[in-house]
């Protein structure tokens, strides 16, 4: 588990970071988002034990890091966006380095087989590293981070270099581990946080601006309560049907988007699914629905409106948007 309370980071007069507050827990995997230069990297810098916070406190599985370091490390697995990798070993070499640097007490041999099967670098552990892909590098410097089983996990854009199909594997590694592990993951790629993590942290100017999931931010930032869905048939038939339906606000066509078939955007009362009574109107009278579409936000869209001047305010667990 890990507490960040109130934590910031100051260089000089200029504020770094800005006394966030949030909570990892056991078993989850919490998406760490946010712009360059938006303190992203000082706070996990922070998290590990790397730079020294100038207040507040971060406490991995209760122990302060700034108080107690090297037992709040023994904790945690570090993956940073650049791998700490020694070129000139082999793979063996270095998993072994690595082992005892963190004064390991598990079976090596057997721990250490279990990480390459885990990392997928069975067939490259005799080889230089140096010699090595940056897609195997990154899944060398994965494979350290596990080294100690530590049951937090803390990965800063783990699949960075990595082919569509390793990727996919280091996703699945990353969500097999968040079920024995509390793991926070950095990622400049939106659709890789919303497929892994249960839940989100936003940073933008050193603040925290959201902390909730995916689809309730989502549902939080959408300004209105819209369905776009494209319909066959005449426009004078079809736009009467769609206004009686009950909790409709306002029915507007906006275009032809082939012979026949118009684009409708519906505007229904807060909190009304009118998705089911759209179907059963249409259906009804032969008038095919072929595209129906609500207007949540994709996590890409909440995180441009979050981080560029759109939104203004703290968005977490329980709060609504003013």
Do not use: W
């Not at 390459?116 to 010699?131: A, G, M, P, T, Y």
Request: some cysteine; hydrophobic content about 35%; glycine content about 8%.
């Amino acid at each position: 588990m890990i507490e960040v309370k109130n934590l910031s980071k100051s260089y000089g007069s200029k504020l770094a970071v800005d006394k966030i507050s949030f909570t990892a827990n056991d078993g989850e995997i919490l998406g760490f988002l946010g712009p360059n230069g938006a303190g992203k990297s000082t706070t996990m810098n922070m998290l590990t034990g790397y730079l020294s916070c100038s207040g507040g406190n971060a406490l991995i599985n209760g122990i302060d890091v700034l108080e107690d370091p090297v037992g709040a490390k023994k904790n945690i697995g570090y993956l940073p966006e650049q791998p700490p990798l020694y070129l000139d070993m082999t793979v063996n070499e270095y998993l072994n380095f690595v082992y005892g640097l963190k004064r390991c007490k598990m079976p090596k041999k057997s721990h250490l087989n279990e990480i390459k099967e885990l990392s997928k670098i069975e067939d490259v552990q005799n080889r230089v590293i140096r010699n090595l892909s940056k897609g195997y590098r990154q899944r060398v410097g994965l494979a350290q981070a596990l080294v100690g089983n530590p049951n937090t996990l803390i990965l800063d854009e783990p699949t960075v270099g990595l082919d569509p199909k390793q990727i996919i594997e280091i996703r699945s590694l990353i969500k097999k581990l968040g079920k024995n592990h509390t793991v926070i993951l950095s990622s400049h790629i939106l659709p890789e946080i919303q497929a892994v993590c249960d839940r989100i942290v936003v940073i933008d100017k050193g603040k925290l601006v959201a902390n909730d999931t995916a689809q309730n931010l989502s549902k939080k930032l959408s300004a209105d309560h819209k369905l776009t869905v494209h319909i066959e048939g005449s426009e004078k038939d079809v736009k009467p049907l769609l206004e009686q339906i009950p909790d409709m606000v306002e029915v507007h066509v906006c275009r032809e988007v082939e012979k026949r078939v118009f684009e409708y955007e519906l505007n229904a009362k807060e909190g009304a699914d009118i998705r089911r009574e759209v179907f059963k109107r249409m259906s009804a009278r032969n008038m095919p629905i072929l595209l129906m579409r609500s207007s949540e936000l994709t996590l890409e869209e909440i995180f441009l409106k979050l981080t560029t001047g759109d939104f203004y305010g703290n968005l977490e667990d329980g709060e609504e948007e003013e």
